[in-house]
């Protein structure tokens, strides 16, 4: 089975960009990947989604190298307001679902 | 109007005890899913139902059991509950898994906090 493996934690200050990367040995060929971001007492809310390359929506982008085997979350210009967890989860084939153990981000002001 | 909710919030009970949470959704989704998170945030789907059949059912203890009368509920039910058992279970709906790769966006109900005394 694919394992994903994210940074247990990161801080970052007001204004900056933030990236954020999940790294997925033996993703299947036909899967994507998605990030969501979770708040404290609430379940996870889809951010992004991708197969490989680059997507960028109105919160976020996300950045897949040609080997698949890593994915960026990146948001631009954080605020306090996106202090949360956030996980990237991989489809395997046969409906397995390989979630990260979420990556605490702090902003700062 | 919300998409995803369970019932109860919060749920406090005994060992040994036998208890249910609820699930419904109403945005028309053909699957369902339960996860367990645990304290150290991790997440653990458990079991996941297309179309009331069900499709994922991970390594869990036989005394959990899902039952979904219609595809737009889902409800799990847990005998015998444990210490270990103690734990936020979330609900979530997605639209129909597609050809066996997990492409769509999963849309979480706010959690039960289930605590085992």
């Known amino acids: 089975l694919a394992k994903t493996t994210q940074p247990i934690s990161m801080d970052s200050y007001e204004g900056q960009e933030v990236n954020i990367t999940c790294s997925h040995n033996n993703i299947a060929t036909n899967d994507y990947i998605t990030w969501y971001q979770q708040f404290p007492s609430q379940g996870p809310r889809f951010i992004i989604q991708?197969?490989?390359?680059?997507v960028t929506n109105e919160v976020a982008s996300l950045f897949i190298p040609a080997d698949r085997k890593s994915s960026t979350l990146s948001l631009p210009r954080v605020s306090l307001s996106d202090t949360a967890v956030y996980y990237c989860?991989?489809?395997?084939?046969?409906?397995?679902?390989?979630w990260g153990a979420g990556t605490k981000l702090i902003i700062k002001p | 109007d919300t998409a995803v909710s369970q019932t109860p919030k919060y749920l406090v009970t005994q060992m040994g005890n036998d208890k249910s949470i609820k699930c419904e959704q109403n945005?028309?989704?053909?699957?369902m899913y339960w996860y367990k998170q645990d304290s150290k945030k991790f997440l653990k789907i458990m079991f996941s139902?297309?179309?009331?059949?069900?499709?994922i059912n991970e390594t869990v203890p036989n005394r959990f059991s899902p039952k979904s009368p219609d595809k737009a509920h889902l409800n799990l039910h847990i005998n015998s509950l444990e210490l270990g058992d103690s734990a936020v279970y979330f609900c979530a709906s997605s639209q129909a898994l597609a050809g066996g790769h997990i492409i769509n966006e999963q849309f979480f109900g706010p959690g039960t906090r289930l605590t085992v005394l």
């Open positions: 991708g197969y490989k390359t680059k």
């Open positions: 139902y297309n179309n009331k059949e069900l499709i």
């Open positions: 989860l991989v489809g395997e084939g046969n409906y397995q679902l390989i």
């Open positions: 945005l028309g989704h053909d699957t």
